[in-house]
């Protein structure tokens, strides 16, 4: 998985991974040039991202992660039978190109400051929902750009004095298939037992 920029650190990405899928069963890449892109193998891997759009350097500079290269590779590894999990800050798409957006579904607005949201699974049959309840956890309440006809919605949220909005879909594209998943900003959120189950479900779909 490609975790970690400025806003979100390795402690919480890491607790929420571990929530879900215990210890050792995931490998985390925080440097974008460190991770194995031309590695990724449809039968053998999950892409997994927890990044936003632009990785911050110590001197304040930004650079720009996702290039064209890399959503290209990603795209083919999808195309080709490949799963992507996009978890909370993995939906900041702002500087990506249309095809790292397309394979996400749906590209984040706006949150307003950090609040009580409510997560409640849509009536829908689907594995990725199964025993996952209602929950409510101290969160941002993202706000995204979704495009409905092509995802299947999972997961709604609603906070108060704020619109309710979708919080989880997925999609399959080409051989593959990709996820979002919009929990996941605080300790409370991604340690919760119905947001844990919510990745773990999904996991086991895309494998």
């Known amino acids: 998985m490609l975790m970690e920029d400025k806003w979100h650190p390795r402690d919480i990405i890491l607790a929420g991974m571990e929530a879900a899928l215990g210890k050792g069963n995931f490998t985390a890449v925080v440097d974008p040039e460190e991770f194995p892109w ?15 759009e632009n990785q911050e350097l110590p001197d304040g500079s930004k650079l720009r992660w996702i290039t ?13 039978g490949g799963s992507a999990l996009f978890i909370h800050c993995g939906t900041v798409l702002a500087d990506a190109g249309e095809g790292y957006q397309t394979l996400v579904g749906g590209n984040f607005l706006q949150h307003p400051k950090q609040c009580s949201v409510t997560y409640a699974p849509l009536k ?21 750009q979704i495009d409905i006809t092509k995802v299947t919605p999972l997961l709604a949220a609603c906070s108060q004095g704020n ?7 997925c999609q399959e594209i080409g051989k593959g298939r990709t996820v979002a998943l919009c929990p996941g900003h605080t300790l409370e959120a991604v340690n919760n037992a119905n947001a844990a189950r919510l990745v773990a479900n999904t996991v086991k779909w895309l494998s």
């Not at 290269?69 to 999808?78: G, M, N, P």
């Not at 996952?132 to 995204?144: A, K, L």
Request: aromatic share 8%; proline share 5%; charged share 25%.
């Open 38 to 52: 031309d590695a990724l193998k449809p039968a053998e891997a999950i892409f997994v991202s927890q990044k936003g």
């Open 68 to 80: 064209a290269e890399r959503e290209k590779i990603l795209r083919d590894f999808v195309a080709a």
């Open 124 to 144: 829908v049959n689907h594995p990725i929902l199964e025993g996952v309840g209602p929950f409510t956890v101290m969160d941002e309440h993202y706000h995204c």
């Open 163 to 169: 619109a309710g909005t979708l919080a989880a879909w």
